[in-house]
């Protein structure tokens, strides 16, 4: 092969490869400049740590958290890959489980019922979710959490590891949140849908409803979890949730650890602040 044929083919290989990155924002929206800011504002004042992100590109626009790329624990927020994981391996078909409470090691005391994926989502069933990760292999989940770049809980995981329970799987915050933003990316793949309907329906009457309540024109995607405490001062539990807003077209994604306080509690202060950005 001669010189310029050489020269045409590296130059074809990188307009291929051009095509198929994922499109950068020029510059974030005004919507997203209105978050930064407020963020910004009001996040000194409270007892939580924030990561704002370009939900187009997955570019870290703002943050106030300390050591955001170390693993840790995010309690709930792993479930969607958890079940990622179950469905690649079950024809992307999802069971209906049902939810006993507190006697099926649920977070509440009285019973969910028959949940489906996208109910389990909503209300981050435990007792759904432990059951949903019986079926599911250590490989399984290593292999979502490769495609996602997240870090996986390793070999020797239990089923309450991948449903999001103790502090086994240890996942950089930054890492969650553009996985996150991967997901919203993949919103047309089989397995996806149910998952960000979920989401959709915890913003609404899920455990984060207190993010849906107060904002009165705009919907979100929700997750929330609890976990583990890992920083100074320590507590019991922290809460994290996590959103994508607009629902039906995110600009940007946030998320939010509160100290000592539950995921859907910190769904609260996070309604607050998405409510000044909203206006």
């Known amino acids: 092969m001669g010189p310029l044929k050489i020269l045409l083919s590296l130059l074809l290989a990188f307009l291929t490869l051009a095509r198929n990155l994922p499109a950068q924002s020029a510059s974030p929206t ?3 400049q209105s978050a ?4 910004e504002r009001d996040f000194p004042k409270t007892n939580a740590s924030f990561l704002l992100l370009d939900a187009s590109a997955g570019i870290l626009l703002a943050h106030h958290w300390k050591d955001y790329e170390k693993p840790i624990p995010l309690g709930s927020l792993v479930k969607p890959f958890t079940a990622l994981a179950y469905a690649s391996a079950h024809n992307f078909k999802y069971p209906k489980l049902e939810c006993k409470g507190k006697a099926g090691a649920c977070w509440q005391d009285r019973p969910h019922g ?3 994926l996208t109910s389990a989502i909503s209300v981050s069933c435990n007792a759904y979710f432990r059951q949903l990760a019986q079926s599911v292999s250590a490989e399984q989940i290593a292999q979502v959490a490769h495609d996602f770049h ?3 809980p390793g070999e020797n995981s239990e089923s309450q590891t991948f449903a999001g329970l103790g502090d086994r799987w240890q996942i950089s915050p930054l890492r969650m949140a553009q996985a996150y933003v991967e997901l919203q990316r993949r919103k047309d793949h089989p397995g996806v849908s149910e998952i960000l309907q979920g989401m959709r329906q915890s913003a609404l009457r899920g455990t984060g409803i207190s993010v849906g309540h107060h904002l009165t024109h705009t919907k979100a995607l929700v997750k929330t979890g609890t976990a583990p405490c890992t920083h ?3 507590a019991p539990a922290d809460g994290f949730t996590l959103v994508l807003l607009p ?3 995110p600009e940007i994604v946030l998320l939010v650890r509160e100290h000592s ?3 859907a509690a910190a769904a609260e202060l996070v309604g607050k602040l998405l ?5």
């Not at 930064?36 to 963020?39: C, H």
């Not at 409510?275 to 206006?279: C, I, K, L």
Request: hydrophobic share 50%.
């Open 36 to 39: 930064v800011k407020i963020l």
């Open 30 to 32: 005004l919507f997203a």
């Open 114 to 116: 028959t949940l489906d």
């Open 275 to 279: 409510r000044q950005m909203e206006q």
């Open 232 to 234: 100074i001062p320590w």
């Open 247 to 249: 629902a039906d077209a």
């Open 150 to 152: 997240i870090e996986s």
């Open 261 to 263: 306080v539950t995921g």
